[in-house]
């Protein structure tokens, strides 16, 4: 017998493994069972619009409590939940028993809008999440340089576009600090990019440089680039930037989707797939090596791409590990960047609302002819103006072709929804892909950019549930921490990790902690077609799962900040154990 011994902030989980038959062994019995577990099978009806629980929900006197003990996997699917004796009795020759002494299990976590390539190049980048001044920034990346050869390229990503927006840097410092090496320091949400002169002379960026549509080359007093690119101007030093080669690309994707899957998740819906990260991507799926699930979501940045996967349609294939089902179309910026589109100006910028659709780089033409393919769009959509015109042209095409409808199209991020604009989602049967991080990262300047009045429309989980929207939830990251245990707290709190405010930040949009982990498991299944195979655990179901030492379903009741403290002790898909503490 093997024992791993988990270390949990709650105390200590211990988990057996044991592959031994017993004497009533089954035989051909089960590849694996978990047992002495709490394990949460989302079996059961779904809660109302309000968050109160279905009526055959396991909770008493507002406690839950878990509707199964164990679970039984075979080829991949579940065989059996419910009982530890129930389970054993599936035990055969070869099947390994995982004694869970007591851990969650819930059905496996589904971020539904990352970046991993992304995640995985940070991963090896300068870390500028939570760096509070540009003095500090360029201390780190000066530091790197010392250890990269001169004339190399440095990357670094994780500064706030929002939070810095009253006062963005310039080359000035970094130039000075980091000379002789091109640095590129990507913002916290990808909309805006800061870089040294080095990086402007590699790219040839001068002041007579085009400038895109819907982007800001922001100018210094000599008239040239100053180093900081808002909004689409940012690609012009992803234009300037070598290509990575293939295998730097399948290396960041690997190291993305390995982060995920230590992280609890099964499935990931990577939001804006180009030529590049699909070749990568397909070579991981041909060599068997994908760890985790991935939906991918083509860009509609990337013409050739898209028109290549228009004239093939969309893969029906839910079972593989690579899926191309869904488009992902940018339609407005970012608010921190003052990019989103608004429909009357920004608070704390008279005059100015915004930019979007064909102001933002958004291809009508192609978008129609994705969704006539049968792909599913996915829209940025930031601004209350940004997310009305989005709505708008679904319904159009709706009613010219209502065949289009059934496409289950979402609206990433809804971050901004005037409360008019609200029902449309439901009556459309568009889905509201949001950020539960977003809200308490943003709450400290976001009012300044909307006023007290629109923000009451602004990160609406409850507004939206209410009025009929299907949502699921995700991180976008890696602009935003992935941790499900943060993404959870934020959802049932409004609270930062620090628990401010108190009481939560515009309290009512608040969720309850079982819409919360639906949002991230059986929703998020539906936002991918993929209802019937996975979001629940139940016999013939996928036996994709997570296990955590916390129960954050008995503790949002009565300690919600202990759900800060949760660890994943493991990340099972398709049955294989792809992660164990």
């Known amino acids: 017998m093997k024992a791993g011994l988990f270390a949990s902030v709650l105390g200590v989980v211990l988990i057996s493994v044991s592959s031994h038959a017993t004497a009533k062994a089954t035989p051909g019995g089960a590849d694996l069972i978990l047992t002495d577990a709490h394990v949460y099978t989302l079996r059961w009806g779904e809660p109302a619009r309000d968050g109160k629980p279905a009526p055959d929900a396991p909770i008493t006197n ?44 819930i059905p496996g976590l589904v971020d539904s809008h990352t970046h991993f390539i992304e995640l995985g190049a940070k991963l090896e980048s300068v870390d500028l999440t939570d760096v509070a ?45 980091v000379p002789d090496h091109p640095v590129v320091l990507r913002s916290l949400h990808g909309f805006a990019i800061w870089t040294n002169q080095a990086a402007l002379d590699a790219g ?54 390995t982060q995920m899957a230590t992280d609890g998740y099964v499935a990931v819906h990577e939001a804006g797939v180009g030529s590049q990260s699909m070749a990568a991507l397909q070579s991981l799926e041909d060599e068997n090596r994908l760890p ?112 289009i409808a059934r496409n289950r199209h979402r609206i990433e991020h809804a971050q901004v929804v005037a ?15 949001m950020e539960p991080p977003h809200a308490v990262e943003d709450k400290t300047w976001a009012e300044a950019r909307l006023g007290p009045q629109r923000i009451l429309g602004a990160y609406a989980w409850r507004s939206l549930r209410r009025q009929g929207a299907r949502l699921t939830f995700n991180a976008d990251n890696p602009g935003s921490d992935h941790s499900i245990f943060y993404g959870l707290h934020s959802a049932i709190t409004r609270q930062d990790k620090q628990g401010q405010p108190p009481g939560g930040w515009y309290p009512a949009e608040r969720l309850t902690i079982e819409e919360a982990i639906r949002a991230y498991t059986s929703w998020s299944a539906h936002a991918a077609f993929r209802e019937d195979q996975t979001g629940i655990i139940a016999k013939g179901r996928w036996a994709d799962l997570t296990v955590m030492d916390i129960d954050p379903l008995a503790l949002a009741a009565t300690a919600p900040e202990k759900i800060l403290a949760g660890r994943i002790l493991a990340t099972i898909v398709g049955g294989k154990v792809v992660y164990q503490r």
């Open 62 to 105: 507002g406690n839950w409590h878990p509707d199964a003990s164990a679970v039984a996997i075979r080829g991949g699917k579940v065989v059996y939940v419910g009982s530890d004796k129930g389970a054993l009795a599936l035990r055969g020759k070869r099947t390994r028993v995982i004694d869970l002494n007591g851990a969650t299990v």
């Open 133 to 177: 001044t540009e003095v500090e920034a360029v201390a780190k990346v000066a530091e790197r340089a010392k250890s990269v050869p001169k004339g190399e390229w440095i990357f670094g990503a994780g500064w706030d576009e929002g939070a810095w927006a009253n006062r963005y840097p310039d080359k000035q410092q970094l130039s000075a600090a």
């Open 204 to 257: 040839k960026i001068t002041k007579a440089s085009p400038v895109p549509v819907g982007g800001e080359m922001r100018l210094g007093p000599d008239g040239q680039p100053n180093g900081l690119f808002l909004n689409r101007a940012a690609t012009m030093i992803d234009a300037a930037v070598p290509p990575e080669p293939p295998a730097v690309v399948a290396r960041h994707a690997l190291k993305g989707l």
């Open 292 to 403: 985790i699930r991935v939906y991918a979501m083509l860009s509609l940045r990337d013409p050739p791409l898209m028109r290549q996967w228009i004239a093939k349609g969309p893969d029906r294939d839910t079972d593989s590990m690579f899926v191309i089902r869904a488009v992902k179309a940018y339609y407005d910026g970012a608010l921190g960047s003052r990019g989103a589109r608004l429909l009357a100006d920004y608070e704390d910028r008279p005059g100015h609302r915004g930019i979007s659709g064909s102001g933002y780089g958004f291809d009508r033409d192609l978008a129609k002819a994705a969704m006539k393919a049968g792909f599913q769009l996915g829209f940025h959509a930031i601004g209350d103006a940004g997310n009305r015109e989005v709505l708008d042209f679904l319904e159009g095409e709706f009613k010219a072709d209502p065949n």
């Open 419 to 433: 409360p008019e604009d609200q029902p449309r989602f439901a009556r459309l049967g568009v889905i509201a892909s």
